[in-house]
């Protein structure tokens, strides 16, 4: 018996969601994203925000955000971590940082500060150096300058607190610093903060085109090879690249920095990243570990889908379930690769197939495959994989077929009735793909286990293999005739 078509009642859906209480933000979510994808508002890179203490560095970023959000005081030491926060400059959007004050062979806290400053130049695309124009060039700026160098990071320099037209001539001493030309601006009254902010942003087109010339313009997806120390990564690139790429030892911890490769599989062109093995919490990791560690969650933040290696001839560790659990909260595609397997006793395979589906039950929507490294079993079933794992990242599903969906569903096993109470889904629509993320508006709080039950059943009925999925749940309360409307309260998952 043939199973009848989905009825499309969005529309009629949509204009009763309307007796309801909706916020702003529910309305453009629903006039935009639930009829079309719109455009995301695509960043090109982070801006590090550097220089020693107190020569205002956070009143420069204040004055590019355009608000008072980074705290600012007359004495230095004030910022000592890393804030990251979104900005727009000429309709290109970005992300500045904020770090605290840097010095040479700095004690106690004021290392610690330094430390986080160094890991934001790292993992930042471009930087800005503010220098204190009033004071000149100090031993601090120039051990700054040979950092920015160092790490091959394109800079601009700020010369802060030029209030007048004297003061500019201060500021033209600081081209001896080697970094070109010194914009004198003051962040206190704004003066050269548009010139500042057009070098800024040719610093991270310079970066960004670098990028593009690796990866992006050759048309290629991004892939992070993940996995605690030892399991193989580093083998895996070089058995794909068909070189020695990256340095492998029996050692653990080879690997120290994110170690890229371009590489033809099954006809197509990937960029492959191998990353330090991730040991434990990064905040209890210290020294190169610590940074190592940072540097491989940048590398999982540009990529889009990760390979997550696990060695089949070990049992099962924290850190697997930890470094997947990473990848799921990152929302990056994710296939699961089982190395070693030619070390496999045919006996213990049972055993690690039982181990799987039960510690390794959340993440079953994830492709598997098994594959050595060192031999190359079996990876000519990887690229398969990862289109596997791309496409349910990329996939949207149209608002009328969701709805459609959702309505048959409930239909068939409806919310269990709590305190006489029974919520409803009033409408459901794809506020974004990659991962795919849905918002589900509801006249009442939906338990986690029904939440549960509409993820598998969006992942059986639309294949979203190899990708984690979020569902948003927004309670609207029914507009009173008369009165105060009563107000819109919101729960997320």
């Known amino acids: 018996m043939e199973r009848e078509p989905l009825v499309d009642n969005t529309e009629a859906l949509r204009l009763a969601l309307d007796a309801y209480q909706l916020e702003e933000e529910d309305t453009r979510l629903l006039d935009g994203a639930a009829n079309k994808q719109a455009p995301a508002e695509r960043s090109i890179g982070s801006l590090a925000i550097v220089g020693r203490p107190n020569v205002g560095k956070s009143t420069l970023v204040n004055r590019v955000l355009g608000r008072r959000a980074a705290v600012v005081q007359d004495q230095p030491g004030v910022t000592r971590d890393r804030v990251s926060y979104p900005a727009e400059w000429a309709g290109r959007h970005f ?25 934001a130049i790292d993992l930042a695309d471009a930087a800005v150096l503010v220098v204190d124009a009033s004071v000149g060039i100090t031993d601090t700026d120039e051990a700054l300058v040979r950092l920015l160098r160092r790490m091959g990071k394109p800079a601009v320099l700020a010369a802060n607190k030029v209030d007048g037209a004297r003061a500019e001539a201060d500021a033209t001493t600081l081209w001896s610093l080697g970094l070109g030309q010194p914009y004198a601006v003051s962040a206190l009254h704004g003066r050269g903060m548009g010139e500042l902010l057009d070098g800024a942003m040719a610093a991270l087109e310079q970066a960004q085109a670098a990028a593009a010339d690796l990866s992006d313009a050759l048309g290629t ?3 992070a090879l993940l996995g605690r120390p030892n399991v193989g990564k580093s083998s895996l690139l070089n058995k794909l690249a068909g070189a020695e790429r990256a340095v492998v030892d029996a050692v653990a911890g080879t690997t120290r920095d994110p170690v890229d490769e371009l590489i033809e599989l099954a006809g197509r062109a990937w960029r492959f990243v191998d990353t330090a093995g991730i040991r434990r919490r990064i905040r209890r990791t210290a020294g190169a570990d610590f940074y190592a560690s940072l540097r491989t969650e940048a590398a999982l933040e540009r990529a889009e889908v990760a390979v997550v290696l696990i060695d089949s001839s070990e049992e099962l560790a924290e850190q697997d379930v930890r470094i997947l659990q990473m990848v799921s909260e990152a929302g990056r595609a994710l296939v699961i690769a089982f190395n070693k397997w ?17 510690e390794l039950a959340p ?6 495959v098994n594959i050595s490294a060192l031999t190359g079993r079996r990876l000519d079933r990887l690229a398969g994989a990862l289109d596997t794992a791309l496409a349910g990242w990329d996939q949207r599903i149209p608002t009328g077929r969701l709805n459609a969906f959702f309505g048959e ?10 305190s006489g109470k029974q ?15 849905f918002v589900v508006f509801a006249s009442g709080f939906i338990e986690a286990p029904y939440r549960r039950f509409l993820e598998r ?9 190899g990708t984690p999925i979020h569902i948003s749940v927004r309670v609207r309360e029914k507009r009173k005739p008369g009165g105060r409307p009563p107000r819109a309260t919101a729960r997320s998952r």
């Open 342 to 358: 030619d070390l496999m006793d045919p006996d213990r395979r049972v055993y690690l197939e039982r181990a799987v589906t039960a």
């Open 221 to 223: 997806r991004r892939v």
């Open 95 to 119: 992300t500045v940082v904020d770090t605290g004050g840097w010095e040479i062979d700095a004690p106690g806290l004021a290392a610690r500060v330094a430390e986080q400053a160094e890991v």
């Open 409 to 418: 569903t409930v239909a068939a096993k409806p919310h269990p009735v709590r």
């Open 423 to 437: 919520p409803r889904i009033l409408f459901v629509t794809q506020a974004s793909a990659r991962p795919p993320h």
């Open 363 to 368: 993440w079953d929507w994830a492709p598997r």
């Open 457 to 465: 059943s969006l992942r059986e009925s639309f294949d979203f293999t």
